[in-house]
């Protein structure tokens, strides 16, 4: 069975810092993994997403997330936070290409400081 | 292009009561999902619709719960009875290429 750990339920970071956010995965095939984000009382938004190749995946907002097999890791990163970056993270795997039937982790919520 | 619809937004009810949540999903996207998202957690899958054939229902509490999506369109998932612990966000997303969420419906089960 996929499953998806986020070990930070809360960060806080200052606005310009840079922002790194955990994720770890159990699947026992090739994982297809995202990345969404959820502002209050918004609908999820994807960020990025890895299905092969390049282990180094950009998205949106200046998001990018390194993929390492070794560790089952998918950490998200962004080098310069801005204030409207506040919001809760998800991480996510999915069985199969084009399967978008995800599994979630509990996510966390990014809070940023002035 | 228009985004998944969903509606209500917002609905409180009382437990025992029934609840129906309706999802208009990306034209042209035959794949539908309904998820929860209890608060504090990430969303669960409960029902997968091709068209308008279930995939997968293996996390829908079918005891309560039913969804059905008949001219592989529109859907609806319905709770009967509700009880105090549905109290969340009930998300509706579609996918072809790609999958798109809507904005939820916030159920409240007093």
């Known amino acids: 069975a996929q499953s998806v750990t986020q070990p930070d339920i809360h960060i806080t970071v200052s606005e310009g810092a840079s922002l790194e956010l955990r994720c770890n995965y159990s699947y026992g095939a090739t994982p297809y993994l995202f990345w969404y984000v959820q502002s209050p009382g918004q609908g999820l938004q994807l960020l990025l997403k890895y299905f092969s190749g390049d282990t180094l995946v950009q998205g949106i907002k200046g998001f990018e997330a390194e993929f390492k097999r070794s560790q089952s890791s998918f950490n998200l990163r962004k080098p310069s936070v801005h204030w409207s970056d506040a919001a809760e993270y998800f991480c996510a795997v999915g069985p199969t290409l084009g399967d978008y039937k995800l599994s979630f982790g509990a996510g966390t919520t990014v809070t940023v400081r002035a | 292009e228009a985004g998944v619809a969903q509606s209500p937004r917002y609905k409180i009810i009382e437990k025992r009561q029934s609840v129906a949540f309706w999802c208009n999903p990306i034209s042209g996207h035959a794949t539908l999902y309904w998820y929860q998202q209890i608060l504090g957690q990430g969303p669960k899958l409960l029902i997968q619709?091709?068209?308008?054939?279930?995939?997968?229902d293996s996390q829908l509490p079918k005891d309560r719960f039913s969804a059905e999506r008949l001219k592989g369109v529109d859907s609806t998932l319905k709770i009967q009875p509700a009880k105090l612990e549905d109290s969340a966000v009930y998300l509706c997303?579609?996918?072809?290429?790609?999958?798109?969420f809507g904005p939820g419906t916030r159920l409240t089960v007093l």
């Open positions: 997303a579609s996918s072809s290429h790609e999958q798109f």
């Open positions: 619709f091709q068209n308008n054939g279930v995939v997968d």
